[in-house]
């Protein structure tokens, strides 16, 4: 009877040491699937061949024309609880350069050396009944059709708030509403004595969302008249931003329209360029590449005088111009009018091919003559 207790004493331990495996097992399994579900990652890469030709200085002589080998590879995951979010998304490029994440092959990393690599977004974000808000650093939060105001690479650091009201009244479906504070620069001193941008936009969308128009008025203050720490002075801009689109089928009609509210007379700002606070944008497109074996055609008319815009946060993507006198990579893409014509074709759902033409003319020349230049290139993108 004594060892036919301890037999039975030993099966009852085995059964246990088999449930809890079970049971462990199953909390395993049902933490990872849990963590699949709210886990979601993204990456994407790029590869370009770019030439550029006819870019002439403001001294009359010409840049050497050029032709580059370039890519792009960003990473990135995101974490989400019933309605708050974390994300981080990592990317290649020079980290002195905001507005361009793509390598050059072989441009100063010879002899194969080894890739600069940064964070483009870190962010918490909470999303409930049609609002959301985000802290950290994250895309740029206002509705825009292209890239001449703000740079799709540039991803601003602050707090973002954003709120659909559904009217449904007449043609008018929803009014949007966004705001944010960012910080371009601290200078370890009061708040608002930083570098920063403040913007707030209204946009409204119809019931068939063939019309949607939007309102934007964008406060930047103690900005550098040079990025990268090589400024002499700091300005403000006070910018009002209209713009619209129009769909009718396949085709699409964009405008937006910029002023700068600011009174220049008493700056440091030179006196050809006081006034110089226009800009307009007129594009036109057909097609788009939202599935496989599509086709997209665009075109894209840009005038923006010298403070439409802050030139170092928009694209750079136009010309050559940028602020290398001033040992800073980024671009100066304003004081231009010039034209932009897309041709797109979705190979895939996932690959793209992309071609670009841009001609470029300067407005007021910096010296004695306007500088021009142009530039096509061809992308393959990928996203996995």
């Not at 483009?120 to 909470?126: D, G, I, L, S, T």
Request: one cysteine or more.
């Amino acid at each position: 009877m004594l060892s036919y207790g301890f037999d039975k004493i030993d099966c009852i331990k085995r059964l246990l040491y088999v449930l809890v495996l079970i049971l462990i097992h199953t909390c395993l399994s049902s933490q990872v699937d849990s963590l699949s579900r709210k886990l979601s990652f993204e990456m994407d890469y790029r590869f370009r061949i770019e030439q550029d030709w006819n870019s002439r200085k403001s001294d009359g002589t010409f840049r050497e024309d050029r032709s580059r080998l370039r890519y792009r590879l960003r990473a990135g995951a995101k974490y989400s609880e019933k309605e708050y979010s974390f994300g981080f998304r990592i990317r290649t490029g020079d980290p002195k350069k905001q507005q361009d994440p793509q390598l050059t092959l072989g441009k100063g990393l010879k002899e194969f050396g080894t890739l600069p690599i940064g964070f483009e977004k870190v962010y918490f974000q909470y999303k409930k009944n049609n609002f959301k808000f985000w802290l950290g650093k994250n895309t740029f939060p206002f509705k825009k059709y292209n890239e001449l105001f703000w740079s799709d690479n540039v991803f601003p650091e602050g707090v973002s708030f954003s709120k659909r009201l559904d009217i449904r009244k007449g043609l008018i479906k929803s009014l949007d509403l966004a705001g944010a504070h960012f910080i371009l620069a601290s200078n370890d001193d009061f708040f608002f004595n930083d570098a920063f941008f403040q913007g707030f936009q209204a946009s409204i969308n119809t019931i068939n969302n063939r019309f949607e128009i939007l309102s934007s008025y964008y406060r930047l203050r103690n900005i550098p008249n040079i990025p990268d720490g090589e400024h002499s002075y700091l300005l403000p801009y006070s910018i009002l931003h209209f713009a619209g689109k129009m769909r009718i089928n396949k085709i699409s009609i964009e405008s937006d329209f910029y002023y700068n509210l600011e009174n220049y007379n008493d700056s440091n700002v030179a006196n050809e360029f006081v006034n110089h606070k226009t800009g307009y944008v007129f594009g036109i497109q057909y097609g788009s590449l939202d599935n496989a074996k599509q086709w997209k055609f665009k075109l894209t008319y840009a005038y923006l005088e010298r403070y439409s815009i802050l030139d170092y946060m928009a694209q750079n993507d136009w010309a050559r111009w940028d602020y290398a006198s001033f040992n800073s990579p980024d671009g100066r893409l304003s004081n231009l009018q010039g034209v932009e014509a897309v041709v797109a074709y979705s190979l895939t759902d996932k690959i793209k091919l992309v071609t670009k033409y841009y001609f470029v003319d300067q407005l007021i020349p910096f010296n004695t003559l306007k500088e021009n230049g142009q530039r096509i290139r061809f992308d393959i993108d990928v996203k996995l």
